[in-house]
T-cell receptor, first 112, second 112 residues
């Protein structure tokens, strides 16, 4: 699976949009981009994933660049409860065993 | 709907004692199952994954083992715990390749 690079940490203001970047310059054509988050002392929570097109759900939007070498997770109106570590993961869709390998993630602190 | 159960939530065990953590999934069949460990202040490390009954793949050589005696049951075990086995253990499931994973709430293990 391709490696990803994320900022170690970032702050954002409550009520504002939070834009979380992720670089995956070695991504291949059959690899998806997944985002998870982990609130302190809880299990990771799936947020969204995509292959080529931008995706949106009730939690967030995922913007993938045309060359697919980077992506941005957008939390449209950050709340204090969005404070968590956010993980960007790239992996093939058909990998045997469906392995999901987590990197260091971005520690997001939403401030009032 | 699908649910994942993991217990106990916390556990304190002496060095050299055995360990058995259990994870069960409801509402689906033939899930992919995973065990992860998160040491204090560290990222998530994939320990084992299973694509079916009796099929276990180990990611990291260690003092732990896993078993899948039933389709929706995944067990993490150790014969003799080490201090370094302390951490936050998470079970997860997914429908298969290319699908998102869902995590349990985790077991916080402290080996003393």
């Amino acid at each position: 699976d391709a490696k990803t690079t994320q900022p170690t940490s970032m702050d954002c203001a409550e009520g504002r949009a939070a834009n979380l970047p992720c670089n995956h310059s070695t991504i291949s054509g059959n690899e998806y981009v997944y985002w998870y988050r982990q609130i302190h002392s809880q299990g990771p929570q799936y947020i969204i994933h995509g292959l080529k097109n931008n995706e949106t759900n009730e939690m967030a939007s995922l913007i993938i660049t045309e060359d697919r070498k980077s992506s941005t997770l957008i939390l449209p109106h950050a709340t204090l409860r969005d404070t968590a570590v956010y993980y960007c993961i790239v992996r093939v869709g058909y990998a045997a065993g469906n392995k999901l390998t987590f990197g260091g993630g971005t520690r997001v602190l939403v401030k009032p | 709907s699908q649910t994942i159960h993991q217990w106990p939530a916390t556990l304190v065990q002496p060095v050299g004692s055995p360990l058995s953590l259990e994870c069960t999934v409801e509402g689906t069949s033939n899930p992919n199952l995973y065990w992860y460990r998160q040491a204090a202040g560290r990222g998530l490390q994939l320990l084992f994954y299973s694509v079916g009954i009796g099929q276990i793949s180990s990611e990291v050589p260690q003092n732990l083992s896993a078993s899948r005696p039933q389709d929706r049951q995944f067990i993490l075990s150790s014969k003799k715990l080490l201090l370094s086995d302390s951490g936050f253990y998470l079970c997860a499931w997914s429908r298969g390749p290319g699908t998102e994973a869902f995590f349990g709430q985790g077991t916080r293990l402290t080996v003393v």
